[in-house]
């Protein structure tokens, strides 16, 4: 009968597995036959990845999965079984373990999965492995919104070509030109006007002035 110690740390480890299961995605797989340079390499890009790859045990498994309401994982809880769970890109474990199943289909297969709380076939896994990195998504996303952006500069930048911002400029000195002679006509119509009768005032004496001369022989 297993000690008390054995028991509290087996209780540990059902803990544990009940907290990674509750992870946003997680893969279960069959490594048997994996050679160990072909582990190595797997474990290298599930780190690059910020994925953690573990060997379970399937009859703490069983404890763990219950705990959290995963009862439909029962029956692949047999054999050799690693699991793969991400908290932060939920496509990373399905799309690197699919790609090692891939290629060595021989000894490396995937079982199930889940994924927000929901348990996943190994087809519906396969499935969402095809869809691109989150890195690529959110690009992809982020490409979207600006495409109106990009298209609305684009327009603008033909509408200067065409000389749509010159014209506007061009017509405002061309008003203030047209405006500068009807100011200068109207000064200078009231200048000849105010000047006339000074004229007309100037000449008069003149014309007595003529005539004094011819009356004095008269006389």
Not at 48 to 74: P, Q, S, W
Not at 89 to 111: G, W
Not at 155 to 170: C, S, T
């Amino acid at each position: 009968m297993p000690s008390e110690s054995v028991l509290k740390e087996k209780q540990k480890i059902v803990e544990q597995m009940t907290e990674k299961l509750k992870s946003q995605s997680g893969v279960f797989v069959n490594y048997s036959g994996i050679s160990v340079v072909d582990d190595t390499a797997l474990r290298v890009k599930m780190r690059e990845a910020n994925v953690d790859y573990k060997v379970i045990k399937n009859t703490l498994m069983r404890f763990a999965i219950k705990n959290v309401g995963f009862d439909e994982l029962d029956p692949i809880l047999n054999g050799t079984t690693a699991l793969a769970i991400s908290t932060d890109d939920p496509i990373a474990p399905a799309r690197i373990i699919k790609e090692h199943a891939d290629k060595f289909n021989d000894y490396f297969e995937i079982k199930a999965g889940f994924m927000d709380g929901k348990v996943l076939s190994a087809d519906e896994v396969k499935a969402i492995a095809s869809i691109p990195a989150l890195p690529i998504l959110q690009a992809q996303f982020l490409g979207t919104l600006l495409a109106p952006i990009a298209s609305l500069a684009v327009v603008l930048k033909a509408a200067a070509e065409k000389g749509g911002a010159l014209d506007v400029e061009v017509e405002a000195p061309a008003e203030a030109t047209e405006a500068v002679p009807a100011e200068a006509e109207a000064t200078a119509a009231a200048e000849t006007e105010e000047a006339a009768p000074v004229e007309a005032e100037e000449a008069a004496p003149a014309e007595d002035a003529s005539e004094a001369p011819e009356q004095a022989p008269a006389e």
